[in-house]
Nanobody, 125 residues
Framework: QVQLVESGGGLVQAGESLTLSCIISGMIDNVSNMAWYRQTPGNQRERVARILYGGTINYADDVKGRFTIYTDNTKSTMYLQMNSLKVEDTAVYTC???????????????????WGRGTLVIVSA
């Protein structure tokens, strides 16, 4: 299994920066896609950034140019650097990864998702 733990959330003023981290443990070698999501009460979860297995990086339109997703060399930690924060960036941010899992008694594999519990980011005016 893969376990994710986020940290780095807090209260900041608009225009300031904050970097979130996500510690990944377990079957790190089986992790493929990696992503950051955010959600506010009453709204659906939104993907803000992701790194695909092949290295492609995608960002939500409203964070392009402000947020950066990256990992360390071992993929044991992923980060979300957030610059020029806006009030509307306020949300609970969670990290998630896709995990390739062997099917018992077979050479085939299946993809499962692992999620962190989230870290709260509050941006004040």
């Amino acid at each position: 299994q893969v376990q994710l733990v986020e940290s780095g959330g807090g209260l900041v003023q608009a225009g300031e920066s904050l970097t979130l981290s996500c510690i990944i443990s377990g079957m790190i070698d089986n992790v493929s896609n990696m992503a950051w999501y955010r959600q506010t009460p009453g709204n659906q979860r939104e993907r803000v950034a992701r790194i695909l297995y092949g290295g492609t990086i995608n960002y939500a339109d409203d964070v392009k140019g402000r947020f950066t997703i990256y990992t360390d060399n071992t993929k044991s930690t992923m980060y979300l650097q957030m610059n020029s924060l806006k009030v509307e960036d306020t949300a609970v941010y969670t990290c998630a990864v896709d995990v390739l899992v062997d099917i018992s008694g077979s050479d085939a594999m299946k993809v499962m998702e692992s999620w962190g519990r989230g870290t709260l980011v509050i941006v004040s005016a």
